[in-house]
């Protein structure tokens, strides 16, 4: 209304204006003009601050008390007008009772504005806790933890500074007041001039309060900011010191790795001295990452001792396979590579030893007899647990220095044939063959005196006869390679049925059936019936 007066009057050089005492001052073109602009600036400022949180809420909490104020008169008078019983009275109470149901719910929708808004900036959001530093991955949360309270800082620091460019835009809008007032005083103006007054004094307080906390606030955010810093840092180090401790327990075990490349020639020993220094270093490893990281060692320990009842019952098997392991490497019973035999429900494997590991060995089947006479399927890899060896008959046909076996052949030559010339064709093919090999198992065992009390070290090929129902079974037997048994017995079988196929008073027994054919013209029984079978 006020903006269109103005203008109105802006068509006149002077006007004569009626103060509220009733004096006339004149106002020029030029005033009006003037008092126009800081109108309009006025109406800026109020127009930038029309959604500030902070006057919003303060405006809010203002107009909560007043109607608070406004409700306490209200309520005296209903109360005043309830004890009369005139009519005009009655009249009176409806209305009151009307604006005081008017006021009660008014409040209602603003009962968040009850408390003074400027608590919500002066008290600031509790930090959180800080967290515990002992191990390398918590130094990840603790960077984590400086970044949310900075950030937090930061926030509150917002708040202050929106508040303070509050106080600014008032203080711009009080001078304003004060220029209009100068030129045109009048008691709206003065009464603005008066409400902004106390809002800048209100906000004021304010910020001065939320200054001192927030000086408060970030000391306290320093001082736990620096504490973590310490804390990273000192596990920083740490880490780097078990990290220098591993690193040289590993470059031990490389320089023991190539001790042992370049002095252990065998294949199967070097296997399992790599095998050795690799659990060791695993085990010196867990060690000191163990006692590095676990505070009360004792209690650690105490805790492991009464958990090991319970957890060697609940895997007695792991811990079964772990002794064998332990027995297996150091007694030195099986090596990788050697060739065994396992016996598992009534079905036997036989392969090589590709691996032991803590808990089984591993081995691949070859074919073998064995797997011609039983299995016919070969080729699989098969696991072992560790604790068979204290359950299981376990064959090894490589045992330390060993690396032949005995191996036989038999064949049965009818009675009539001559058993002396087959024998000792038969032996002859065999020594042939099995030369190379008997010459290795004789080394073999002479170097096992020393380990064992060998008795007979007879390796030389043996031949021996035996009557069986159906002929003369001749049996051969004579020492091969244990990796390729098979090999040297198809050679032998075949060069053995060459030879005695070529001699005329020796001839091969295999399983006969006479038949007897009788010519008879007797008659078969009347009551027979020939294509049943039975009798009527």
């Known amino acids: 209304m006020l903006k269109v007066i103005l203008s109105f009057l802006l068509f006149f050089s002077t006007i004569s204006y009626a103060l509220d005492g009733g004096e006339e001052v004149e106002i020029s073109k030029s005033d009006l003009l003037k008092i126009d602009i800081t109108i309009k600036q006025i109406n800026d400022i109020e127009k930038g601050l029309s959604n500030n949180i902070w006057l919003i809420g303060y405006q809010n909490y203002i107009t909560y008390q007043g109607l608070i104020k406004e409700l306490r008169v209200v309520d005296r008078r209903v109360k005043s ?26 409040i209602e929708l603003l009962k968040e504005y009850k408390n003074s808004p400027f608590l919500k900036i002066v008290k600031p959001g509790e930090l959180a806790k800080k967290p515990e530093i002992g191990n390398p991955f918590s130094i990840i949360t603790a960077y984590s933890y400086i970044k949310q309270i900075e950030q937090n800082r930061k926030n509150y ?11 600014l835009k008032l203080k711009e809008q ?14 709206s103006i003065e009464e603005k001039f008066f409400i902004i007054s106390q809002d800048i004094l209100a906000f004021n307080s304010a910020y001065n309060l939320a200054e001192t906390t927030y000086a408060v606030y970030s000391k306290k955010v320093d001082r736990i ?9 000192n596990q920083m180090k740490r880490a780097f010191d078990i990290g ?17 490349k370049k002095y252990i020639k065998d294949n199967e020993r070097f296997y399992m001295a790599n095998k050795a220094i690799n659990l060791i270093n695993f085990t010196l490893i867990v060690i000191i990452l163990l006692f590095s990281y676990i505070e009360n060692v004792s209690y650690f320990v105490t805790v492991l001792g009464f958990a090991s009842a319970g957890i060697a019952i609940a895997m007695k098997d792991w811990f079964m396979s772990i002794l064998g392991w332990m027995v297996i490497v150091f007694g030195g019973s099986f090596h990788v590579g050697d060739r065994v035999k396992v016996q598992k429900d009534g079905l036997p494997y036989v392969g090589d030893i590709i691996d032991i ?3 089984r060995m591993t081995i691949l089947e070859d074919i073998t007899y064995t797997t011609y006479v039983e299995n016919r399927r070969s080729g699989r890899v098969v696991f072992i647990p560790n604790n068979y060896i204290f359950t299981t008959l376990i064959s090894n046909y490589t045992h330390g220095t060993l690396k032949t076996v005995w191996d036989g052949i038999d064949l049965t030559i009818t009675f009539d044939s001559n058993h002396k010339k087959a024998m000792y064709i038969i032996k002859g093919i065999t020594q042939k063959y099995s030369k190379g090999y008997t010459d290795i198992a004789r080394r073999s065992l002479n170097q096992l005196r020393s380990q064992y009390s060998l008795k007979n070290t007879n390796v030389e090929p043996r031949i021996y006869s035996f009557l069986e129902p159906h002929g003369l079974t001749i049996s051969t037997w004579y020492m091969t390679n244990s990796y390729a048994a098979l090999t040297l017995r198809s050679t032998i079988s075949a060069d053995i049925v060459d030879a005695i196929n070529k001699e005329d008073d020796i001839k091969i027994a295999y399983p006969t059936q006479t038949i007897n054919i009788r010519h008879s013209s007797k008659q078969m029984p009347a009551d027979l019936d020939i294509n049943r079978g039975v009798l009527y």
């Not at 220098?244 to 042992?260: C, M, N, Q």
């Open 81 to 106: 007008l309830s004890r009369r019983r005139d009519k005009k009275s009655k009249q009176q109470l409806s209305e009151f009772l009307k604006e005081q149901d008017r006021l009660e719910k008014q």
């Open 157 to 167: 620091k917002n708040k202050i500074d929106s508040l303070n460019y509050l106080i």
């Open 174 to 187: 009080e001078g304003l007041l004060k220029e209009i007032y100068k030129i045109q005083a009048s008691s």
């Open 225 to 233: 900011r620096v504490e973590v810093t310490i804390d990273i840092k």
């Open 244 to 260: 220098l401790f591993v690193l040289i327990v590993i470059i031990i075990s490389f320089i023991f790795k190539f001790i042992i």
């Open 357 to 359: 590991s803590l808990l």
